[in-house]
């Protein structure tokens, strides 16, 4: 998919010193969505240069910078069922059943035969298009998450939950602003990354229900001298591939963690005394 004419895109409202950022975190967005596997017309949900109509992303008002980012593969879903459901009332209105008006459009967009017989196939793509932003693409978010989501400098709440991502968990450092991480339900391969531990804003962490491995990073808890996750209350790690049972004496120490389900067969739950 092409990506969106962002010099058009109306930012103006958020200041002229953070619209040049706005506008770099939607390019952004708009890279990652498609290097995930989605059809970027989602993304814009009709309105290519209203940023406050794109599907699951808050701009915070006062600073003009992407904040919340709402992806899951529920979200998604429930997106486009609400989608479906506003095309089939549009055809009530009409007049026309339920899909009939897609049937009737279909076949005012079909092929035409040259003089030579020749198909003249512009409208069908038209229409194959059309009918893939809603059917044949883009159920799930899928591969790898981008690198490029640490750009999300201001980001708070992230939700890639319940989609078909696999690889590794990128590099999440510069995310200090985050508060709230979903990655839950996914396919997601090998260790928690250290330097989690450098989102000192973050209060829950889901990883559950992935494929990882390996210990719960000492990081989180804060290390060679710096400071860690120390408002992290809830932790959850469990139904993964093997590890992450135990819980190191730096991630035991953090004040406020109060909830924990480890990767253990019976999914042991802590709740406050994090003691042995």
């Known amino acids: 998919d092409a990506l969106p004419n962002l010099k058009n895109l109306q930012v103006d409202s958020y200041g002229e010193s953070s619209t040049g950022l706005l506008r770099k975190d939607l390019e952004t967005l708009s890279s990652m969505w498609t290097q995930m596997g989605m059809d970027l017309k989602i993304l814009q949900n009709g309105s290519e240069f209203n940023v406050k109509e794109w599907f699951g992303v808050s701009v915070d008002d006062e600073i003009g910078r992407v904040t ?5 593969g529920k979200s998604i879903q429930d997106f486009k069922k609400k989608l479906a459901e506003v095309d089939e009332e549009d055809d009530e209105k009409d007049g026309a059943e339920p899909g009939e008006k897609d049937e ?8 035409e035969k040259d003089e030579e017989g020749e198909e ?3 409208n069908s793509s038209a229409y194959a298009a059309a ?4 059917k044949g693409k883009g159920e799930k978010l899928l591969g790898q998450i981008p690198d490029i989501i640490g750009r999300l400098d201001e980001l708070q709440y992230l939700n890639l939950s319940q989609n078909s991502l696999n690889g590794t968990i990128p590099e999440l450092k510069d ?10 339900d996914n396919q997601l391969l090998g260790s928690i990354p250290p ?4 989102c000192v804003s973050l209060n829950e962490l889901h990883l559950e229900k992935n494929k990882l491995s390996g210990d719960v990073p000492p990081e989180l808890g804060g290390v060679y001298g710096h400071e860690g996750c120390q408002k992290l209350a809830k932790l959850y790690v469990q139904e993964n591939e093997s590890g992450l049972d135990k819980l190191p004496e730096e991630v035991k120490s953090i004040k406020w963690l109060n909830l924990v389900h480890l990767n253990k067969k019976d999914d042991v739950e802590i709740v406050g005394d994090l003691g042995e």
Do not use: C, I, M, R
């Open 195 to 198: 330097n989690l531990g450098f």
């Open 175 to 184: 995310l200090q602003a985050l508060t709230t991480l979903h990655l839950e």
């Open 120 to 122: 003249n196939d512009e």
């Open 68 to 72: 919340k980012l709402d992806w899951s």
């Open 131 to 134: 009918e893939s932003e809603l």
């Open 104 to 111: 009737e459009v279909k076949k005012g967009k079909e092929v």
